[in-house]
């Protein structure tokens, strides 16, 4: 900048001299104190000189409308060079974030800020128009720099990650969708094999009751059996299909063989409702065999925990509740009192080896028979003491006309079971 200033006053002091030359006339020229307007017009003394001639007037005027030039273009300059400091600035931020997105691009784009710094911030030219020119070509170049990052790298390759992850999402679906398709396939067949499985098991089953019942209807005669509870449980028990009517008298006699303890248990009990102990026998625990007709209690004296076989019959009238007690025939004991003027209601069920605390259900395992028993019958009446003779030493065959002792009328549950027996052939071994 001082170098154009000094050229400008060689210039015009040149002038100066040929004007001289020219006219005959002579200047003398000083240096123009600050503040001072550029001109001639000064002496040695510091006053102002008189000019008449025409030609000092536009040397001076010139004079100044060159430093109010450079003053503009100073001021220009340093403008510019605070808005390309700026775009740069910009610039460097934005290939900040397009370096954060493609690392592999840069190191080249480094040297491409390297190039563009060079051109917009390294020596300007000194012609203003050359000064202009190169200004918009940076910015154009700049814009168009810009333009890209925004549209052509980072939206393009943004596009690209976000197919990319799109895609694999939509195989690791697909993917799932098979295997839940084949989870779904063998689920399917397994349950289909363990269902024919089961109705395999189920047919086999019913093969073997069927044979199981061929074999029980193959007794000699319908009353040669008889029920077998092994276990002191709730759940094996036997049922009497038959039920019994009103009734003002009974007799019931049985065959039963058991060496349980303590306690035989339960060999048959009938519920009604409203009335589970409507006649219930019943030895549990350390008491003696009970007889229960209405809930009432009446204790006989037999005594069949030996494990061998004994006939028993106990008979019971309303009439003054009077009860007899048989073992083997003999009439071992008596009693009255027992549920007096009570008729048996009718409509209930009969079980053999459980004690109902509902009607047909609500066992209990301590109060269950534990043994063998045969031969169950059931009369509306009192029998004659030589009936139950003959019933006992197999003398005579007389089936209760309430309840019969047949094989049809008789059903097992919970792994009771039904065998053949001829019980006077098995009593006379027993002993």
């Known amino acids: 900048m001082l170098a154009l200033v000094v050229g400008l006053l060689y210039l015009v002091a040149g002038r100066a001299v040929r004007s001289q030359d020219a006219t005959g006339s002579r200047f003398v020229c000083n240096a123009i104190p600050p503040g001072a307007e550029p001109g001639c017009g000064y002496g040695p003394t510091g006053n102002r000189v008189q000019s008449s001639s025409p030609v000092e007037d536009e040397l001076r005027n010139t004079i100044i409308q060159l ?189 039963l063989k058991s060496s349980a303890s303590p306690g035989i248990g339960t060999p048959f009990s009938y519920g009604v409702p409203g009335q589970a102990n409507e006649i219930v026998l019943i030895e549990w625990g350390n008491n003696p065999i009970e007889l229960l007709v209405n809930d009432k209690v009446a204790q006989l004296p037999l005594s069949v925990s030996d494990g061998h076989w004994h006939h028993i019959c106990i008979t019971w009238t309303t009439r003054d509740g009077f009860w007899e007690a048989y073992q083997d025939g003999e009439r071992l004991g008596t009693g009255d009192n027992l549920a007096p003027w009570h008729p048996i209601k009718p409509g209930g069920v009969i079980i053999l080896g459980q004690e109902q605390d509902i009607v047909g259900g609500r066992f209990d395992a301590t109060q269950a028979f534990v043994g063998e028993l045969s031969q169950f019958n059931m009369w509306d009446r009192v029998l004659r003491p030589v009936d139950i003779m003959g019933l006992a030493n197999c003398s005579a065959y007389m089936p209760g006309n309430v309840v019969p002792w047949i094989d049809a009328n008789v059903e097992v549950f919970g792994g009771a079971t039904k065998a053949a027996l001829e019980i006077c052939e098995d009593r006379a071994f027993d002993s």
Request: proline share 3%.
């Open 67 to 255: 430093r109010e030039t450079i003053l503009q273009q100073k001021e220009t300059i340093v403008s510019q060079q605070g808005t390309i400091k700026e775009l740069n600035s910009k610039l460097a931020r934005c290939e900040a974030a397009a370096d954060e997105s493609s690392q592999g691009k840069s190191r080249g784009q480094g040297s491409r800020r390297k190039e563009y710094g060079k051109n917009t911030m390294g020596d300007l030219p000194r012609d203003p128009s050359e000064t202009i020119d190169q200004l918009g070509k940076t910015m154009q170049s700049l814009k168009g720099r810009l333009e890209n990052l925004e549209s052509s790298t980072a939206n393009l390759e943004l596009r690209e990650l976000l197919r990319q992850r799109l895609g694999a999402l939509e195989t690791q679906l697909l993917r799932k969708v098979a295997e839940l398709e084949e989870e779904k396939s063998q689920l399917y067949n397994e349950t289909a094999a363990h269902r024919q499985r089961t109705e395999s098991a189920l047919n086999s089953l019913l093969e073997r009751i069927t044979e199981l019942e061929k074999n029980n209807n193959a007794f000699k005669s319908p009353e040669d059996f008889k029920v077998s509870l092994p276990l002191r449980t709730n759940y094996l028990y036997g049922r009497i299909k038959k039920s019994l009517p009103e009734m003002y008298a009974f007799t019931v006699c049985m065959w």
